[in-house]
């Protein structure tokens, strides 16, 4: 095995932790039997997508985007925004028209 | 007369246009075909009969009154779940988003509104695009009408099985990694992913912005051209729009219905066909190959040597994507709030906690993945390394279409499989978009096109042109639909199970 495949394989390794660390990163909450069943369907995926390691990219530029396309600016003409209370019907709560949200910094 | 809901979106629009049908009388057959089957398929989340009956009887009165209509106006149409339609709930099939009355249509939408296609409903689908059986939905398995057991395909498994079981006939659906064309192939019915760009995706909910594209689900070729025409064009609220007109689809489509392919290059994909590929799948292949190389086209093999990594590239580009597109549902301004159950409450725990809840296996498997392939250390070697496998995708598909017209290849690798067979198994259900993802990672448009059984299930025939020539789709599958339907007397669709 080479180097390079050794450092792959390492790589690949997706402990009970590192999910742990990722879904706390992705504000998700988990179960522990959730992250237990992640950290093992998950190392199974990483281990074979890792495969793109495998082709040499030394010199093959980064694709971003499908189609070359260049941004383009249109004019700033102000139209009618959606009516307030037709955003916030959908809010889970709101207050004096506007969104009403959990405490956001913390108490000092 | 068949049956209104047998017949094709054109054969039902010229007896609209005719005054044989109304769109009253043609919306309602569909609505009672729904309420008659789809206990057994669940292909609808919602079924919005007032609202397609009323747009059925303006469609009528101005008709009536004279006024020069879309091609289209009055043909029921179904729009899949991931398309927000103004005042009619849309979920993406997820319990994020349970209850969720957007205030706003999709451009989509608002074109399939302006040309007066009464909506039927919104139809189920894997929670936010993710999957390939429509499994994944919050809201319940929808069931291939051709066996019940059966998935049918997914992600937009409720809009291919909706029009394969006569419950509508045009649908719409989108396509990440061959969410329109893996259904379309599974349920003997028609889809096409239009060259990335080419419809609007505002009012989308986006999973993979660099990959995502919506476009028509029908029973017929020539039904997706007109129902491509209708939705596609430049929109300036998406900023990925693509400003240039695309040829002719329709007559694209009717000059294909002639069966006259002469001198047309077509490269059967080496990578796409062999292993992995179920026998019946590959004996339809060939036999519709022939079909091809008797109408006059040239067959040819063609490698695309990088096509094989292709789907590594896609399950960590893909997540990567999502993560990050997914991040807006925080339980803030629309949708799902849940309180954590112990400690304290903040934006922050607030967040996690609603998602948590309002997010099925598959969506966190994914932004799980995701943001792991975009954290510090791994960047480089996951996601920098698939956008470069990106790049050699789409030089496979330049060197390839610098030697023939049209590349072809099964849609999917196997029939229909069974419900709950691969639920446990997130790679092998990955495998069934292996033939599907290299067009979404190039940004090039592909059609599936029903070409036979394998042990009573469909199979689909895949065709890929260049960016922008999805004219080519239109010519090749009605030329490949017209002398299949020839050979067997009738089309595919018409030996679906009756279901009633």
């Known amino acids: 095995m080479s180097a390079g495949a050794t450092t792959l394989a390492r790589m690949s390794t997706l ?20 992250v237990d069943r992640l950290a093992g369907e998950l190392d199974v995926i990483v281990e074979s997508i890792a495969r793109v390691n495998t082709l040499d990219l030394a010199d093959v530029p980064a694709t971003s985007h499908p189609l070359p396309m260049t941004n383009v600016f249109r004019d700033d003409v102000p139209t009618p925004p959606l009516p307030v209370a037709a955003v916030l019907a959908a809010a889970p709560a709101s207050e004096d028209g506007k969104f009403a949200v959990p405490q956001i910094l913390g108490e000092e | 007369m068949p049956s209104i809901t047998r017949l ?11 005054g044989e049908v109304t769109s009253v009388e043609a919306t309602q057959c569909h609505l009672d075909r729904i309420a008659d089957v789809d206990g057994k398929i669940n292909a609808f989340l919602q079924v919005s009969a007032d ?27 179904a729009v899949k779940d991931v398309v927000v339609t103004k005042d009619l709930e849309t979920t993406a099939g997820s319990k994020i988003l349970e209850g969720w009355i957007p205030p706003y249509d999709a451009t989509i939408v608002e074109r399939i509104k302006v040309a007066g296609l009464p909506i039927l409903g919104k139809t189920n689908m894997d929670e936010f695009a993710m999957g390939s059986s429509t499994e994944h939905s919050a809201y319940g398995n929808t069931h291939n009408p051709w066996d019940l057991d059966r998935i049918p395909g997914g992600s937009g498994g409720g809009s291919a099985a909706a029009v394969a079981a006569f419950e509508a006939p045009l ?31 505002y009012g989308l909910i986006a999973m993979a912005s660099s990959l995502d594209q919506a476009g ?10 007109l129902l491509h025409e209708l939705i596609g064009g430049h929109d300036p609220r998406d900023s990925t729009s693509i400003p240039d007109a695309l040829p002719s689809l329709v007559d694209a489509a009717r000059q294909g219905a002639t069966m006259d392919l002469t001198g047309l290059r077509v490269g059967v994909v080496t990578e796409l066909h062999g292993d992995g590929y179920q026998a019946g799948v590959l004996a339809r292949f060939d036999e519709s190959l022939d079909l091809l190389r008797a109408m006059g086209a040239q067959i040819t093999e063609v490698s695309c040597p990088h096509f094989p990594y292709a789907l590594d590239a896609y399950y960590l580009i893909m997540p990567a994507e999502a993560s990050s597109n997914l991040a807006k549902f925080d339980g803030m301004r629309y949708g799902l709030r849940v309180e954590p159950t112990s400690g304290p409450v903040t934006a922050e725990t607030v967040m996690a906690a609603t998602r948590g809840i309002g997010f099925g296996d598959e969506v966190k498997r994914r932004i799980i993945l995701g943001t792991y392939a975009l954290s510090a250390g791994y960047y480089d070697a996951y996601y920098g390394s698939a956008q470069k496998v990106r790049t050699l995708i789409q030089r496979d598909f330049a060197d390839a279409f610098a030697q023939v017209d049209v590349l072809v290849s099964p849609t999917a690798p196997t029939t229909a499989f069974k419900l709950n067979e691969k639920l446990d198994d997130p790679l092998a259900m990955y495998l069934n978009d292996v033939a599907t993802i290299p067009a979404n990672l190039a940004g090039t448009p592909g059609i599936s096109v029903p070409n036979g059984l394998v042990d009573g299930l469909p199979s689909g025939f895949q065709i890929l042109a260049p960016a922008k020539a999805d004219d080519r789709l239109y010519r090749v599958g009605a030329a490949l639909e017209a002398a299949l339907e020839k050979q067997w007397g009738h089309p595919l669709i018409a030996d679906v199970p009756e279901l009633v």
């Open chain 1, 15 to 34: 402990s009970r932790d590192e999910v742990a660390r990722v879904a706390a990163l992705a504000r998700i909450d988990l179960s522990d039997a959730e």
């Open chain 2, 8 to 18: 094709s979106a054109d054969a039902l629009a010229q007896k609209l246009r005719s």
């Open chain 2, 216 to 225: 028509p689900v029908t029973r017929t070729v020539l039904d997706s051209a």
């Open chain 2, 171 to 201: 649908a719409i659906g989108t396509d990440t990694g061959g969410s329109i064309r893996q259904p379309g192939a599974v349920t003997g019915t028609v889809g096409v992913k239009p060259t990335y760009g080419s419809v609007s995706r």
């Open chain 2, 51 to 77: 609202d397609a009956l009323a747009t059925a009887r303006d469609i009528d009165a101005r008709r009536a009154a004279g006024e020069t209509l879309h091609p289209l106006a009055g043909v029921p149409i």
